[in-house]
């Protein structure tokens, strides 16, 4: 995890600089494990951002203003009533593990000072926000609760003791010492391994706060002090005194810096251009081989590899209770599919009850009553046949059955074909939606795609409290050649608009054959639009669908006037006539903002 103790380091010293004696305004909760607090510092207001995401734990100033929930959680609640209205008196480190606690001077309801630390772990899964009594050292109550069933080393319920994750071992880098580097490369492996990866593991495992990335510069840059001694052909045991020593000075000049603040923060791209990893230092390794953007204060560089890294993730968690549900929808309805076809099969050999009704009926007079079983000649074809029989019933009776069984598998025949009629257009329609779901690329997008599900009855409809505002429809849009403009529903509901409110019949209609996907519209403005024009549309229908990964997909185009939406009709299921088929491959031009 490119947050390690060294950036913490640089955001502790930031923000003590910056928010010491500040206020906290208002505090929210935007997710389950993050907290935005607005904090006004001298003539300043900033708002400062803790997560304690799994994926994703971070602490940093940032420029986000929302929205947040209307109702907020429990956690948010409570941090409200014990430090909202209060001043930060200092934010630290913990040692330099990855600890950040800030202190809180508040007034509770006598009008005592009581302070309160709001202690942020950002370990991984393990991270927290914990809020805790400072005088006493008792939490108060955290984002993350853990129980005795959870952890038995600590517990984070409201009324424990805070204690501190365990160290393993590991002192702070300005604290290690000699003794300890050699016991940790002694551990590392033979002084004969590979010598970048053993120093660094003896740094990982020896050292509080550093991550792997920093671990492999202090390697290199030890390495490469020892250079020297190990061309002379000193002694193994010299060498790694040497080694030891070199670590040392290589931690003591981190320390240095990390003391005069002398950081220089930097996001490093893969060759697609996003962020692959970022610090408060340079990273050697990274330098030279990877796209560097350099910043002038870790807030930055933290917040830009964030929201260019995890943008997609997060609407991908949004999404993933959506994609979960329309998926098991889509299951049901592909199961009573298949019990329909399954029931149509049995209702196709109604013919052979007709016929068993029929031989009994004019064979009455040989038929003995209590027979389980009658062998009768077929007059239609001259052939014998085995009809068999319900011992408990006269022959009659029998003959009456089968007539019965007849007329229920026709009459069940003909409500099937209309049951699987109407199973085939809702298989089409949560298919239609499962591509826009694994499309979605803003939280805007799932948040309309959860309301259409919802008044489909998919969804269960949110609470008055809870319902978001629809969003107003907002379609893609795409300049193409010849200065036409081509529009794309994000959701069946802008697909209706798209196809029935703004296209003229004039426009070009274009949708995937056959695929699930998104309806286009090409603006043609009255003219013959342009066959280059025309193939741009289409590949950006083909885009904007399930066949998004393939190399060669049919598209069909017709007029807008051709497109007819059948009574009664799912949102954005459509038929049209008067079609042509393009084959292309899925791309896209170069977008504008939707109109």
């Known amino acids: 995890m490119p947050f390690d103790g060294i950036v913490l380091s640089a955001v502790a010293s930031r923000l003590s600089a910056l928010l010491t004696g ?4 208002k505090i929210y909760q935007p997710e389950a494990d993050e907290l935005v607090m607005h904090i006004a510092a001298g003539r300043e207001k900033h708002r400062l951002f803790l997560s304690a995401n799994s994926a994703n734990p971070r602490v940093c100033l940032t420029d986000d203003s929302g929205p947040y929930p209307q109702n907020p959680p429990a956690f948010c609640m409570l941090l409200r009533k014990h430090i909202q209205g209060g001043r930060i008196a200092r934010i630290e480190q ?16 006598l009008g005592f000072s009581k302070n309160k630390r709001l202690t942020v772990e950002i370990m991984g899964k393990h991270s927290n926000i914990i809020l805790v009594d400072a005088q ?8 993350k609760r853990l129980t005795p069933e959870m952890n038995r080393y600590r517990q984070t319920l409201p009324g424990c003791p805070y204690i501190e994750p365990p160290s393993h071992g590991k002192l702070p880098w300005y604290a290690v010492g000699r003794a300890h580097i050699a016991a940790a490369l002694a551990e590392a492996g033979h002084p004969q391994a590979a010598g970048a990866a053993r120093v660094a593991k003896a740094v990982l495992s020896a050292v509080q706060g550093i991550g792997p990335l920093a671990a492999d510069g202090l390697a290199a840059e030890a390495l490469a002090d020892t250079a020297a001694a190990a061309a002379d052909g000193a002694s193994a045991a010299a060498a790694e005194e040497a080694l030891a020593d070199a670590i040392l000075r290589a931690l003591q000049r981190l320390a240095d810096r990390s003391r005069r603040g002398d950081f220089a923060p930097a996001v490093y791209l893969d060759r697609d251009g996003k962020p692959l990893e970022f610090h408060a230092f340079p990273v050697p390794s990274l330098e030279g081989a990877c796209e560097t953007l350099r910043f002038d204060d870790i807030d930055a560089a933290i917040e830009y590899y964030y929201a260019n890294r995890i943008a997609s993730n997060r609407v991908r968690q949004k999404a993933a209770d959506l994609l979960r549900a329309a998926k098991n929808s889509l299951d049901k309805q592909c199961l009573k599919k298949q019990r329909l076809l399954e029931d149509l099969a049995r209702a196709e050999n109604a013919d052979k009850d007709r016929l068993f009704g029929e031989l009994l009926t004019a064979n009455l007079h040989i038929l003995q009553p209590g027979q389980a079983r009658a062998r009768l000649t077929n007059y239609y074809d001259g052939e014998e046949i085995e009809i068999p029989l319900d011992p408990r019933l006269s022959p009659s009776q029998n003959a009456q059955r089968y007539y019965k069984l007849y007329g229920k598998a026709k009459t069940a025949g003909v409500e099937k074909r209309t049951q699987l009629a109407e199973t085939d257009k809702e298989i089409a329609y949560l298919e239609s939606v499962l591509s826009f779901i694994e499309n979605a690329a803003t939280a805007e997008e799932t948040d309309a795609l959860r309301l259409e599900l919802a008044e489909a009855g998919y969804l269960r409809r949110a609470g008055r409290s809870a319902a978001k505002k629809p969003a107003k429809p907002a379609p893609l849009s795409y300049a193409v050649c010849g200065g036409l403009r081509a529009e794309v529903g994000r959701n069946n509901r802008e697909n209706d608009l798209l196809t029935f409110k703004r296209a003229a019949g004039g426009d070009l209609w274009l949708h995937t054959k056959d695929i699930p996907g998104a309806h286009v519209i090409l ?15 289409a590949a950006i229908a083909a885009w904007h669908s399930k066949g998004r990964a393939s190399e060669n ?3 069909d185009c017709t007029l807008a006037k051709y497109v007819k939406k059948p009574s009664g009709a799912r949102p954005g299921m459509v038929i049209f006539t008067n079609n042509r088929t393009l084959y292309v491959k899925p791309a896209l031009p170069q977008a504008v903002p939707g109109g």
Not at 95 to 108: K, P, S
Not at 136 to 143: F, K, T
Not at 523 to 537: C, L, M, Q, Y
């Open 136 to 143: 006493g050292g008792r939490i108060i109550d955290s984002v």
């Open 22 to 25: 500040g206020k906290i305004d």
């Open 523 to 537: 603006f043609t403005e009255g003219r013959e639009a342009p066959a280059e024009a025309v193939r741009e549309a």
């Open 94 to 109: 913990k040692g330099t593990e990855r600890i950040l606690e800030c202190t809180v001077d508040t007034v509770n309801e």
């Open 553 to 555: 997909v049919p598209v």
